[in-house]
């Protein structure tokens, strides 16, 4: 048996500009600093510090009640405006963290995407960001959080050989142990669930409750959630906070463990992974946006100017291609529709080719031309 666990993560997408044929060889600013500022401010303001305080009262006030393991990750972006910016709402998580009852976890920069194509940068990024936590929280994670996107084995195992053993992770398989590390399984049908039915008058379930949403999502526990649900995604007035309280104080003690072997596990989780990458990868618009991110890969990755290679990994974040997915599950995005974000990606490819082709670091390799669409 497993003790059940429930995660918070931090992350703000970042916002690309509307970026136009026009624009095109005359200007090379892809994302709007002042939206991201102006987002990241009201994510700390309506969701991050009101969530650590309603956390660490709960803690206080009841300790004995919940039995579950908590833990909580904040990605680099937004872990440096809390410093520059928020220092109330940093101190917040300082409190919770200094309650011993919350873990810090590590959620890797850019995703496994960027980690399949280009390891080495992927890694750097990775101790400089894991530094960043030691600088400005005084831990050391020993948790690595993949929240979004596929997860390959091998990057499992980077993460266990660069002081992360323990994996937190959306996937159907359930929890298991492996030679590296241990890998702690959220059940994405809490995740779907809760979002599909709570404030939502429509639903049979309304209003959902925690006991509700254990019967919907059967009996894994375990939740892998997101700080901007319980205060933007769905505003305070909907009651969302105490609903969080009323899921953990109601938190079993014990969770199922997997009944599987972890050899069969492990290439669960890798067919799982690919079916996760499929998915990023489902329609043509993703698919040329990837495609045309391959043939600038050794390109950006060789080039003398690093704003270059930032703007080539900025591009492989997970967040960009889920906002070019179809259907009528699509999950909502603050980058726009879908072919709006296509078309903003190919142009900005477009211009990223002519810049390297500029800084004498064109790609060799052949491939589709990149069209600069109106």
């Excluded at 002042?34 to 969530?51: E, I, M, R, S």
């Excluded at 309304?206 to 509700?212: N, Q, R």
């Excluded at 009651?239 to 899921?247: A, I, K, P």
Aim: net charge neutral; with cysteine; proline share 10%.
């Amino acid at each position: 048996m497993n003790t059940p666990f429930f995660h918070l993560r931090a992350a703000v997408p970042l916002p690309f500009k509307t970026y136009l044929f026009s624009n095109i060889g005359s200007q090379h600013e892809y994302i709007d600093p002042a939206a991201h500022h102006q987002a990241l401010d009201a994510f700390c303001k309506a969701a991050f510090q009101p969530v650590n305080e309603a956390l660490a009262a709960l803690l206080r006030e009841k300790p004995t009640k919940i039995r579950g393991n908590l833990s909580v990750s904040v990605t680099a972006p937004v872990l440096a405006h809390l410093h520059a910016h928020q220092p109330a709402a940093l101190k917040t998580l300082r409190q919770l963290l200094a309650t011993d009852r919350v873990q810090l976890a590590a959620e890797p920069p850019g995703g496994p995407l960027l980690y399949a194509l280009a390891p080495q940068r992927w890694l750097a990024q990775w101790e400089a960001y894991v530094k960043q936590l030691q600088n400005v929280l005084g831990q050391t994670p020993r948790l690595a959080v993949v929240a979004e996107g596929p997860c390959p084995l091998e990057y499992a195992a980077a993460l266990a050989r660069h002081g992360c053993p323990q994996l937190l992770l959306e996937t159907p398989t359930g929890s298991f142990t492996w030679p590296l590390g241990q890998v702690m399984a959220a059940n994405p049908a809490l995740r779907l669930a809760f979002l599909q039915h709570f404030d939502n008058p429509h639903s049979p379930h309304y209003p959902l409750t925690g006991a509700k949403l254990r019967q919907l999502a059967g009996p894994a526990p375990n939740w892998l959630a997101h700080y901007a649900w319980f205060g933007q995604h769905f505003e305070a007035p909907s009651g969302v906070l105490s609903f969080l309280e009323q899921w953990l104080l109601a938190l079993p003690p014990t969770a199922p463990a997997a009944a599987e072997p972890p050899e069969l596990l492990a290439q669960q989780t890798w067919a799982a992974a690919e079916a996760q990458l499929a998915q990023l990868l489902a329609n043509q618009l993703q698919q040329e946006v990837h495609q045309n991110l391959q043939v600038l890969r050794a390109a950006a990755l060789a080039s003398p100017q690093p704003a270059l290679a930032d703007t080539w990994a900025h591009l492989l974040e997970v967040d960009l291609f889920a906002a070019m997915q179809m259907g009528a599950d699509r999950p909502a995005s603050p980058l726009g529709p879908p072919y709006d974000v296509y078309i903003n990606c190919m142009n900005i490819l477009t211009d990223l080719k002519q810049r390297l082709v500029a800084a004498k670091t064109a790609p060799t390799e052949t491939g589709r031309p990149l069209p600069g669409l109106l």
